[in-house]
C-alpha cells in the first residue's frame, strides 16, 4: 500500500505552547487528507478533512481556532495545535487519500500536555 | 446520519481456527468498503478494499459484501496470535473520500 509518514510520532509539550504535527503523502499525490484523535480504547474521532490548496472542513464540535490545518501540497498536510492543554493530550492521526478511495493512514502523534 | 455498525467484541477464537467479524452500514448508496487493522497504541493499517458485491480473497483474508443487505465481513482463517487486534470496518459513500468507522471488534486469537 501508499506510504504515509507523520511526524513527529510523540510529543511532549509545555501547557500553553503550540505543537505541529506533519503529515506527508511519499509516493502518491494525495487528493484530500483527514485528521483524527483517538483517546485510549476509544473508537477514531475525525476531526476535519483538507483539501489541497482550499480551507479545511472540520467536524462539529472541533474548535477551528486551536486546531490549524494547512495543506499546502498535494502530499503535505499540517496540524498545529495552539495554546495546547492537557485536555488535548491525545493520539493524532492523518490519513490520506489519492485517485482512488482507499485512505492510507500515518503512524499516528501521541501528544503529551504538561 | 451515517452508520457503521460492528459487534465490539471481544472476539475470542483459538490459534487455527476461522475468525468471523462482520459491518453493517446504513447508508445504502455506499460505495467503497474497507477493512483497517489496530494494534493497541498503533494507527490503522488497511488491509482489505472492497467495491462490488460477492468475495474477496488475499491470502489468509478474505472480505464478502452483500449491497442489498448492506453487510460487509472479513474472515481470518487459521488465525494466529499475531492477528489479535482492533478490526475496523470503514464505509464511503461519496465523491470526498470521507470514511465513516465503525467502533471496531476486538479479536483475541488464544495460542
Known amino acids: 500500500g501508499a506510504v504515509v509518514s507523520q511526524h513527529p510520532s510523540r510529543v511532549i509539550c509545555k501547557s500553553g505552547t503550540s505543537v505541529k504535527i506533519e503529515c506527508r503523502s511519499l509516493?502518491?499525490?494525495?487528493?484530500?487528507m483527514f485528521w483524527y484523535r483517538q483517546f485510549p480504547k476509544k473508537s477514531l474521532m475525525l476531526m476535519a478533512t483538507s483539501n489541497e490548496g482550499s480551507k479545511a472542513t472540520y467536524e462539529q464540535g472541533v474548535e477551528k481556532d486551536k486546531f490549524l490545518i494547512n495543506h499546502a501540497s498535494l502530499t503535505l498536510s499540517t496540524l498545529t495545535v495552539t495554546s495546547a492543554h492537557p485536555e488535548d493530550s491525545s493520539f493524532y492521526i492523518c490519513s490520506a487519500s489519492g485517485r482512488e478511495a482507499e485512505a492510507f493512514f500515518g503512524q499516528g502523534t501521541r501528544l503529551t500536555v504538561v | 446520519q451515517k452508520e457503521v455498525e460492528q459487534n465490539s467484541g471481544p472476539l475470542s477464537v483459538p490459534e487455527g481456527a476461522i475468525a468471523s467479524l462482520n459491518c453493517t452500514y446504513s447508508?445504502?448508496?455506499?460505495?467503497?468498503f474497507f477493512w483497517y487493522r489496530q494494534y493497541s497504541g498503533k494507527s490503522p493499517e488497511l488491509i482489505m478494499s472492497?467495491?462490488?458485491?460477492g468475495d474477496k480473497e488475499d491470502g489468509r483474508f478474505t472480505a464478502q459484501l452483500n449491497k442489498a443487505s448492506q453487510y460487509v465481513s472479513l474472515l481470518i482463517r487459521d488465525s494466529q496470535p499475531s492477528d489479535s487486534a482492533t478490526y475496523l470496518c470503514?464505509?464511503?459513500?461519496?465523491?470526498?473520500?470521507?470514511?465513516?468507522f465503525g467502533k471496531g471488534t476486538l479479536l483475541t486469537v488464544n495460542p
Open positions: 447508508d445504502r448508496g455506499s460505495q467503497s
Open positions: 472492497i467495491y462490488s458485491n
Open positions: 470503514a464505509v464511503n459513500g461519496g465523491s470526498n473520500y470521507k470514511l465513516t
Open positions: 509516493d502518491f499525490q494525495a487528493t484530500t
